[in-house]
């Protein structure tokens, strides 16, 4: 908030006016159920100090849709930041010399990318060091968990979701087009985090381990994001029985610890990674940065690395 915009909002009276408009400022500052914000560092650790002449151009990387403006950020950047090889090359000089890795062609394109959509230098640097930086890839546990998809995808997409969230709600069926779109390519791992400013959430994420537990986790989990309004023990149960589960067995498996201790080892992997809303999404093990309508430009810049 500017200093003249703070000045003048201290003006109003009474105090609740100041009140709501600071709320509202918190609520648009991101996309995402219980999700805080967080100050970005400004550290580039994915940048090369470059002495040699500036590349201007990479072959098979479009840059024809850029304005003059835009054209010199893409040469800053495709000249200083790392390649994504391990090695202490500019993402230009590795797309252009002889011997290449395959990955720094599609950095370099996902720099266009970023640049296009008219994101600034600093918030560019971050998105790319977050995705090929040295650090921040997780390993997740591959043992007993929920996929959607082919099992040896290249591609895999670790959701943390909360069944009672708006926000993904709204992602549900892009996700499901973009792993039938892409069928033996991506796959969806789903990951429990139901918030406690959501009542309904851990009622409804217990319902979909049960059904899980009798090889319904997806169907159930399709259910009741297609129903989040819906989603009280006659809603779960109704739901069931339009699965044809074994009611009984359903129930006594949604109120079993079983269940319980499934849904809190996903929750607690969430919180070691400091996740503060959902969804939540790592692909390939690094944390998607940008807002769920970027998914199938990233995904597809994913499948050419």
């Known amino acids: 908030m500017s200093a003249d915009l703070a000045s003048a909002v201290m003006q109003l009276r009474p105090p609740i006016v100041l009140a709501k408009f600071l709320l509202a400022c918190l609520l648009f500052s991101g996309l995402g159920c219980g999700r805080g914000t967080k100050a970005e560092s400004t550290a580039n650790p994915s ?6 002449e500036r590349i201007e151009r990479i072959p098979g990387v479009d840059i024809s849709q850029l304005t003059d403006t835009e054209i010199e950020t893409w040469i800053s950047l495709v000249n200083e930041q790392l390649s994504p090889c391990g090695d202490p090359r500019s993402v230009a000089r590795c797309a252009t010399e002889a011997k290449k890795c395959r990955a720094c062609q599609p950095a370099a394109a996902y720099l266009t990318r970023l640049v296009t959509e008219g ?7 971050t998105h790319y060091d977050g995705r090929f930086g040295k650090q921040g890839k997780v390993e997740f546990p591959t043992e007993g968990v929920h996929v959607f998809g082919a099992p040896m ?30 069928e033996g390519q991506i796959k969806l791992v789903f990951k429990q985090f139901p918030l406690t400013a959501h009542s309904r959430a851990m009622p409804a994420a217990r319902a979909a381990e049960a059904a899980g537990l009798q090889g319904k986790f997806f169907e159930m989990h399709d259910l009741l994001f297609e129903h989040q309004h819906e989603l009280e023990d006659a809603d779960l149960e109704r739901y069931a029985n339009m699965l044809g589960l074994d ?23 969430g919180e070691r990674l400091a996740i503060e809303g959902t969804p939540t999404m790592y692909i390939n093990g690094r944390l998607l940065r940008e807002p769920s309508k970027a998914l199938e430009a990233y995904l597809r810049e994913e499948l050419e690395l």
């Open 119 to 125: 994101y600034d230098k600093q918030t560019i640097r």
């Open 153 to 182: 995808a290249p591609v895999t997409i670790v959701e943390f979701s909360d069944f009672q969230c708006p926000y993904c709600g709204a992602v549900h069926p892009e996700l499901v087009r973009l792993v039938r779109e892409f």
């Open 47 to 52: 940048a090369v100090a470059v002495s040699e």
């Open 247 to 269: 009611l009984d067995r359903f129930k006594a498996d949604a109120s079993g610890s079983a269940v319980q201790s499934r849904i809190d080892a996903d929750r607690k992997e």
